[in-house]
């Protein structure tokens, strides 16, 4: 295998990403050929890797005082109106401060399916997604409501901001979501990827800009992102699957707007609504 150093360890390595491999290149932690190496650093057959990676840390989290904006709770589910900036659980790098450090501080008990590094966790939104995400309780609570997921009756509705005058006004895109070829780091509508489908439609058209619900009919990884950048309309302040520009929020504008499901419990059909955050709508307001 040749190539760039970390793209070659980390292709070498499934438990490495290639930020990893890099960022153990930079420590001084790789050589290649009996030499210290950099990221950048080609690799040639027949050369020597050698790398130490440390031992990980312990992911549990435990209970703290984080401000959540919490819009209900019982003994089976919570939902959680999740600001911009927040990641959801605990990784490398992010090891306090996530919703999971701030759902175990209401104190009570939480589902153990997602593990002990996300305990509660039903789905998860990216760091900069702002909006609605939901939390079991209890395990079966986490089963009944995984179900709903996987049978699409769990119906989930984010709002969007995108570059450009989206033509189409009501479109299903629909279009396989894989690692990206060359980058391990983003995800791209290929040809052997997972089913990913994703209704778009117009709310809006406002200088140069599209104002977009989006309703998720499968739940890949960056779904909407990949989707709307495939349709050549990325989203606003999207730094991964689109270029920002001067002016634009240091953040994808995308925000979790509706959940709609029944309780695991009482079967209740059950719906919450998340207004637009402050940033979404100024930029939005900004473009009259």
């Known amino acids: 295998m040749a190539g760039r150093l970390d793209r070659v360890l ?13 960022r153990l290149a930079r420590d001084g932690l790789v050589r290649l050929n009996g030499r210290p190496v ?4 080609p690799v040639r057959e027949g050369d020597v890797i050698e790398y130490r990676a440390p031992r990980p840390e312990p992911l ?3 209970p703290e005082r984080v401000p959540l904006r919490v819009l209900y709770d019982d003994p089976d589910v919570v939902v ?14 992010h090891r306090s401060g996530t919703l999971v450090h701030a759902l175990l501080g209401l104190g009570g008990p939480w589902s153990t399916l997602g593990g002990t590094a996300r305990p ?8 900069g997604t702002s909006g609605l995400i939901l939390a079991a309780r209890t395990d079966g609570a986490h089963r009944a409501l995984a179900a709903q997921l996987a049978s699409r009756s769990l119906s989930r509705t984010y709002l969007a901001v995108v570059r450009g005058g989206v033509g189409t006004t009501d479109q299903v895109v629909d ?3 894989g690692r990206h070829p060359r980058d391990r780091l983003r995800m791209a509508v290929v040809e052997h990827g997972r089913p990913a489908r994703t209704r778009v439609r117009v709310v809006e058209r406002r200088g140069g800009h599209t104002l977009v ?8 990884t960056h779904q909407i992102r990949v989707h709307l950048a495939a349709l050549g309309h990325p989203v606003v302040g ?27 419990r009482t079967g209740q059909e059950m719906e919450f609504e998340s207004p637009p955050p402050p940033d979404l709508t100024a930029f939005w307001e900004g473009l009259r």
Do not use: N, Q, W
């Open 10 to 22: 980390a292709g070498l390595d499934p438990e490495l990403s290639r930020s990893a491999a890099a």
């Open 38 to 41: 950099r990221p950048a650093d």
């Open 60 to 62: 549990e989290p435990g």
């Open 80 to 93: 959680v109106d999740k600001p911009a900036g927040m990641v959801v659980h605990p990784s490398p790098g």
């Open 120 to 127: 509660g966790i039903v789905h998860r939104l990216d760091r």
């Open 175 to 177: 279009g396989p979501i």
């Open 213 to 220: 619900r989006c309703d998720l009919e499968t739940g890949r």
């Open 238 to 264: 999207d730094a991964v699957y689109g270029r920002p520009r001067p002016g634009e929020p240091g953040r994808p504008l995308l925000h979790a707007h509706r959940l709609r499901f029944r309780h695991p």
